[in-house]
């Protein structure tokens, strides 16, 4: 089946941001916008949830932590007990100074790592992807709002995009795909 | 305009009222003989095990004085003469501790406030004027030190072993450094210290006063910056100096090069911290309704941050320090671990972990109470943070907190209240001639 979407271009982020909110206050459903570079603010113009990235990447920092104790604990103490600095307590706890850095470390590269990858998946980005972006100006200097058309009446929703400043608008028949 | 009200200008003598009432009874209750700690201790015979044997250890004060006669000590009436002297320094330690912390408060507003001109910052125009309030506690509360500074630099008191010239005398490493640890010398570098910090702060809120007045062409505006810049360079070797005279000499045995960042975190900390709390008592009472939530947002991120700041110097100084296990080095942490076991973890506990978990998630900086907990608990772990610099060289393991530890925060908390909120009310809250102002009250995140 096949669902009508509405491509309004505009070529200023205020004028995007302006219209972002007259669409979203006569109850259009914005699908999507696409933007050159990020546009501050965007996201709750929009009215989209707040990340849980911040989430995610706590809790792998936690696991990186988890990783560096277990594996500091395993090399440094259990299977090759070592004497460090002098004190051959063979201990974790009483050695920890020494291990700090080493926890500091692997929780930050667990939680930047794994929040970058993290990121990506969710933006569905990997390698070999084929871009999602409907028009390739919107790489360089455009900025594309694709709404939904629905049961909307077309023509009155391409007047209202008009009178938002948008310099081009297109109705695009769009083959319902899965993602 | 603020106006003080009666009630906090009644709260704030009363304050000062009880912690004096409360260190003169500090003075006056201490033991001035031997035989006076004698009773003292079988009191409370619950300490008496621990003294014997953390004796020998014990670091500044202890070896200089009774360095001969340490191995006969124990047992002896040169003990309990250790402890009596050590219990003599209580007071006027817990005095400077209180004296030195929340100047300590203002010195760190101060540079954060030229910082503010220095980067030009557009966010924190609205904050200025509590900025200044809290600086202009550097006036009495640096005349008050100074004055702490001259008794110790002199020996009218002990709280300084390099003071002594009877420790002097049998010492050859602080005869190496008397070129520099002189009550002479001392006093000169506080009267330059203190007087190129106030200097700076007379002009800074003179200008920024004068800017109020006459905007045009920014000619206020760009004397503060280019002095904040000047002052910022001043700043941060004097800084350093004092940390090393008013803070590290306490163990003048004992030396660590980071000591001067290792304070200004303390020092930076504590005064972003109070300006968080200033700010939200006065947007509570209906003050400053220009500042928004993005503003604290902006503080309790500086106050994570600068928490986690501290944590990494504290740790860089302790890590490399227990690795190497030097003996002049280590002494240092070996009498912390040992005699303040729980101020010293507890201090880590509340300076860092307490703040990491509590400020971490974006949404909890923009809470009030949130920040106004952690910023309570910060400020009573960089209290004891000072607490575990000056106490184990003046007090040793003689330590307590008694009544004139309390009663010592109290008065310098109800002259800082007093001198504070008496400033805010010398100016509009808001500095409408700052260039940024618009910015600044705009300011979304």
Redesign the interface.
């Known amino acids: 089946m096949a669902s009508k979407v509405i491509h309004a271009l505009y070529i200023d982020d205020d004028v995007l941001m302006d219209a972002v909110k007259k669409v979203r206050a006569e109850h259009y459903h914005i699908e999507e916008v696409f933007t050159p570079f990020p546009v501050h603010g965007l996201d709750k113009a929009m009215g989209l949830p707040h990340t849980r990235l911040?989430i995610t990447s706590?809790m792998y920092g936690c696991v990186g932590l988890t990783v560096a104790i277990l594996m500091m604990n395993f090399i440094m103490i259990e299977d090759w007990p070592q004497d460090?600095?002098?004190?051959p307590s063979f201990s974790y706890l009483e050695n920890m100074?020494?291990f700090?850095?080493i926890m500091f470390e692997l929780t930050v590269f667990f939680a930047a790592h794994l929040m970058v990858i993290t990121f990506y998946m969710r933006s569905r980005l990997w390698p070999f992807k084929e871009a999602e972006n409907p028009d390739l100006r919107t790489t360089d200097d455009h900025f594309l709002m694709e709404v939904d058309a629905g049961n909307h009446d077309v023509d009155t929703l391409t007047s209202l995009l008009s009178d938002t400043g948008a310099v081009e608008i297109k109705v695009i028949d769009k083959e319902e795909d899965n993602h | 305009m603020y106006t003080l009200s009666n009630r906090l200008r009644l709260f704030s003598i009363i304050l000062m009222v009880v912690g004096g009432i409360g260190l003169v009874s500090g003075f006056l209750t201490t033991p001035g003989t031997v035989e006076e700690v004698k009773e003292m201790m079988a009191a409370h015979d619950a300490h008496g095990g621990g003294h014997g044997e953390s004796h020998a250890e014990e670091s500044g004060h202890g070896n200089q004085n009774h360095g001969e006669a340490a191995a006969d000590a124990h047992g002896g009436d040169e003990h309990y003469k250790h402890v009596l002297h050590q219990l003599q320094n209580k007071p006027w330690a817990s005095l400077y501790v209180a004296a030195f912390f929340f100047f300590m408060i203002a010195l760190g507003v101060l540079a954060f406030y030229a910082i503010q001109f220095a980067a030009q910052a557009g966010w924190s125009p609205v904050l200025f004027r509590v900025m200044e309030a809290i600086t202009a506690y550097l006036v009495p509360g640096g005349i008050i030190l100074f004055v702490i500074l001259a008794l110790s630099g002199f020996h009218v008191n002990h709280l300084f072993v390099w003071a002594d010239p009877k420790v002097v005398e049998h010492d050859a490493l602080i005869q190496g450094k008397s070129g520099w640890l002189n009550g002479t010398g001392f006093i000169i570098r506080a009267a330059i210290f203190l007087g190129g910090w106030l200097l700076y702060r007379h002009f800074a809120v003179k200008y920024s006063r004068l800017q109020d007045e006459d905007a045009t062409g920014n000619k206020w505006y760009k004397k503060s910056f280019k002095i904040s810049a000047g002052f910022l360079v001043f700043f941060i070797y004097t800084e350093s100096m004092m940390s090393w005279d008013w803070i590290m000499s306490f163990d003048p045995h004992w030396f660590s090069t980071l000591f001067g960042w290792y304070v200004f975190a303390s020092l930076f900390v504590s005064g972003i911290t109070t300006i968080a709390l200033i700010t939200i008592y006065l947007k509570s009472k209906g003050y400053m309704e220009f500042v928004n939530n993005s503003h604290i947002h902006d503080l309790a991120k500086f106050m994570f941050g600068i928490s986690i700041f501290w944590t990494y110097l504290w740790f860089s100084q302790f890590m490399l320090i227990w690795y190497s296990n030097i003996p002049e080095e280590v002494t240092y942490f070996i009498t912390r671990i040992e005699d303040y076991k729980l101020p010293f973890f507890g201090m880590l506990a509340m300076n860092f972990i307490f703040p990491l978990l509590v400020l971490m998630n974006s949404d909890f900086k923009r809470v009030n109470w949130f920040v106004v907990m952690a910023g309570i608990v910060i400020l009573c772990g960089h209290y004891i943070d000072v607490y575990n610099m000056v106490m184990p060289a003046t007090v040793g393991e003689s330590w307590f907190i008694g009544v004139s530890e309390i009663s010592a925060v109290l008065l310098f908390l109800g002259l800082f209240l007093f001198v504070v909120f008496r400033a805010l009310t010398k100016a509009p809250l808001l500095a409408k001639g700052n260039p940024y102002i618009e910015e600044s009250k705009h300011f979304h995140y």
């Open positions: 911040a706590f460090i600095g002098g004190k100074p020494a700090v850095p």
